[in-house]
């Protein structure tokens, strides 16, 4: 168990031997039901557990293979958790009531804080996988962190853009963006006092909507209470959207894009929440192929306006 680091793309990679091995469930057997091994007590909405097979650990072994300056390695230190977001296998986090989803928002919250004031933990990243296509395996409602040793490449991209923007122009890139996207209203989904939601003009998945608070904040912890609120209200209108869009559990991977918490200040960046669902119509997938794997590039079959418009229509009831 180790960080690799690629040379090439200037990235770690995180590497678990062990991970490869995990045992398959028992038929019928939930381990985030209350009263499970994992969550013996019974009285509770929302709770965090530590990954029963994480990728990264607090206190990591020393790397188990060779190393020197080119084929770099350190020790894969970390946190990973799971958020179990109710204790009701059957439901998903759009069947939840706006109080619940709140209080995984609070946890979130919580998570951050505390994760984030770790001295190796330079990222939290917040997410859920859902549905078995996106290998998911254990039905009962839940989402993930990793607190990670570095800034994901992803963040990094974000936080380069965002950063030239602001020093050009004294400016945060992502207000703008709402700004223009509120102006345009084409690719709008929905929105309330404090949150609006869109399929940004340069959309990489057929569905992938993006949240954002309207006020400039970089975290989960700059929301007051009533932007917490309004936060789980749209999040709740939109997962309510894709499943009755598609008259199913709606599969997608959903992440938070918040600022690092390496001790630095981003004051130009701004929270956000990104969607990548794998669908681009009933029954047809959405791959992300050679050209999008290989080339790094996006091939967007429709246009974000079409199904901005699709979404914009689905009932949220
Ligand atoms: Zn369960
Ligand atoms: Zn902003
Ligand atoms: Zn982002």
Request: proline residues 9%; glycine residues 6%; aromatic residues 14%.
């Amino acid at each position: 168990m180790e960080l690799r680091w690629d040379p090439i793309m200037s990235q770690w990679i995180i590497v678990s031997g062990k991970r490869g091995g995990r045992p398959l469930l028992p038929e019928g057997y939930c381990p985030f039901c209350p009263g499970s091994e994992e969550i013996p007590q019974k009285d509770w909405t929302v709770l965090s557990l530590p990954n029963k097979f994480p990728a990264l650990q607090p206190e990591p072994p020393s790397p188990s293979v060779k190393f020197d300056k080119l084929y770099r390695c350190r020790p894969a230190r970390g946190v990973c958790e799971i958020i179990v977001y109710t204790p009701e296998h059957n439901a998903t986090l759009a069947d939840l009531s706006v109080k619940n989803i709140r209080a995984v928002i609070d946890l979130w919250t919580q998570r951050f804080i505390d994760l984030g004031s770790l001295d190796y933990v330079k990222y939290v990243f917040i997410f859920e996988n859902k549905g078995r296509i996106i290998g998911v395996t254990l039905d009962h409602p839940h989402g993930q962190l990793y607190a990670f040793p570095f800034i994901p490449p992803i963040i990094k991209r974000e936080l380069a853009s965002s950063r030239r923007y602001w020093k050009r122009t004294g400016n945060c890139l992502f207000c703008r963006i709402i700004e223009k996207e509120k102006t345009c209203a084409e690719r709008i989904v929905c929105e309330n006092r404090d949150f609006v939601c869109f399929l940004p003009f340069f959309a990489h998945w057929p569905y992938g909507v993006q949240i954002y608070p309207k006020r400039h904040v970089g975290a989960l912890p700059d929301l007051d209470e009533e932007e917490k609120d309004m936060f789980a209200s749209i999040l709740k209108r939109i997962l309510r959207k894709f499943d009755n869009l598609f008259e199913m559990r709606f599969p997608y991977m959903m992440v938070l894009h918040q600022r690092p918490t390496d001790g630095k200040d981003y004051p130009y960046y701004h929270f956000h929440v990104e969607f990548y669902p794998p669908y681009r119509e009933r029954n047809k997938i959405k791959y992300f192929a050679s050209v999008e794997t290989g080339a790094g590039t996006v091939t967007f079959d429709y246009t974000p306006e079409m199904k901005a418009k699709e979404l914009r229509e689905s009932p949220e009831t």
